[in-house]
């Protein structure tokens, strides 16, 4: 037997094989180039089902198919507020658009860390409602903060935010802990209170706890709880009952007599977003008519744009009437960035505690 | 210095040289991460820690101890410490007990299954925190597994509230932490040879005696290694209390991160420090006074 099976590695062999892999990448370069097409954008959002649907709704059928590459970077809000302002002080942040809750892209217009939205570079901008142009972020999908009831448990229906916030409902109520900052504002308008002076909201809320009233940590749990029929009566989405209602719960939604309280979920551009080009065509595509329509389908959200078609049975279910739209009501984004972590000790502490 | 003209003297320290380079190749890569990976934010950490929260403005550069002093002048947040500190000491004591005897088990056995048994142990690692606390919450809950099977077997009327206390907190800390104390309870007793413990009954020990006079001494550095290791997870324990504790029973972990949700990075950062120093003076502590004691 002779050594020459054997392989050997020359200082030759390492030269030849490093020039050989440059030429390959060197040949590779234009094809790699040309399969990115018009650039990447990457893209802040939550995970889950937005994220899901922002892909298959948004993502795929217009985005990527005309050359762009999507980047989703999942993860909640917080640590994404996080992210941009801990990159705030970097000429190059690591995401184009963030998906944020209204009031969370107000905080982050607050703390400078989000560009102004130039409208003339979306083509879409004619057709957005006019309430949901922020200066500094697109409005994406609103519902509103409607009652929520099983008629099982509860008759008769509730007519507004003061029917539900009723201590008489004891442990039939339910609040939802992660909503703090929506759950004091309709207790506030239930208590003849107002957006921006929620202490008559408190001292219901304190009311209704003394009486009973039960407090789940998440929207699934609260979910599980009108499902169980633990309790019968509460707050939420009007988007989310309409999942509910799809996944066999016995719920009815009402739009409180007070205004139900607007939820609007929208994208922002960081300031040092290194693709600016590609937050527009974002902007831009998820305002596309097919989009909205699709995310009214599959999320219950309602469109931001006036030229998305929803089917009447559908509209009846997510939407609001003309007057409802008319009686929608906004939190005053100051007032709640100003006092929120004001408002969370409380919650956590007189109200939780 | 003087200088090294002898050849043997070259070859020392040369040698030396060569010694240093290779200590430094090899501890350099992971000094490097450790230094940027954890030290380095730790100190950034700190230093937030001492800046104040301007709501409008987030963080506003600031040496002051405001965080810090908030925090312990608070009983909201003292209780939480409090109520920390009590769960973890109570989590580490019950994994104490019930892997002393599992562990002692699986060092003294020469079945052929032991690997099968240690792989059992193990096993639950493989699944993530928030998983698992997922299943605790399907069995906990009022229309759970457990109060399904107690209601149809007539043992109780109504279901019992396991869900959301700070019972069913400490059982999924439990559940968590078990195995690493079993595994490290179980490679301390290998090293405790059997004679000794032979030796002890051949003397006219009983079990108990031997148990405390012998084996309980020889294991107790890795006794106290174990419960430190598992004292530091209760601790720090954020996706059991979230998850099975509910809105109301608060742990430092979830805390913390709640003080980041609202942006408010100086205070989580102090209540990040308390946690940290307390966690690892306490264990310090218990290390020292164990080690003291065994001289």
Redesign the interface.
Known sequence: MTNTARPSISRRHVVRGAAALTAVGLAGAPSGAAAQGKGKIVVGTWGGDYARLLNKNIEQPILIKSGWEVIQDQAGDPERRSKILAERRLPRGTTDVQGLSALNMFQMHDAGVIDAIDYAKLKNAAKLLASMKYSYGVGHIYSGKVGVYNPKLINPAPKSYKDIFDPKHANRLGIIDIQYQYTLVCAALAAGGKVDNLEPGKKLLLECKKAGARIYPTNEAFAQGLKTEEFGIGVMWKARVVQWQNAGISVEAIAPSEGALAYVSGFVIPKNAPNKDGSYAYLDAMLEKTAQEAFAIDMGYNPTVTNAAVAADLNKRIGFAPEEVKALVDLDYAYMTQNDVALKEWWDKELKG | MAELSAPADRLTAERRDGSFLTASVLLGPATIVVVIGLLLPILILFRYSFNK?E?????VEAMTAENYIKFFTDP?YTNIFWTTLRVALLCTLVCLILAFPLSYILARSNSRYKNVLVMLVVLPLFIGNAVRAAGWMTLF???GALNAGLLQLGVIDVPLQIM?TERAVIIGIIAVNLPYMVLTLQSVLEGVPRDVEEAAFSLGAGPWVMFRRVLWPLALPGIVAGAIFCFILAMNAYATP??LG???F?MMGPLV??Q??????PFGAAIAFVLMTATLVLAALANVLIHRRRR
């Open positions: 929260f709501p409008r403005l987030m963080m909201f809950g009022s229309k959301f979230t998850l509910g809105p109301q608060k991160f709640g980041f949700r609202l942006n408010n990075w």
